[in-house]
């Protein structure tokens, strides 16, 4: 049940837009990156990859230095996009 539930987590981060970087980051760099920030602030919302994406830009102040890097904050305090290198 919990490989299911990791499974279906990496599968919504990357459908929900956690882009890719200039270098592709691999599937396992961005589970890497954000698995324990969506299973602490979004797990009630998994799978559903609108209420995670939302979620975690709810939460991005919040979120690890290493899962930020996978999001970019505006400038004019705006909503979270993901990043597009």
Known sequence: MRH????SLLA???????????HAASRDEQTKACKADAMHFCASDIPNKQKITACMKTHYDELSPGC??????????????PVNR
């Open 4 to 7: 299911k539930l990791i499974l």
């Open 12 to 22: 919504s981060l990357t459908m929900a837009g956690v882009a890719y970087t200039a």
């Open 68 to 81: 930020k890097t996978m999001f970019h904050k505006p400038a004019d305090g705006g909503s979270k996009q």
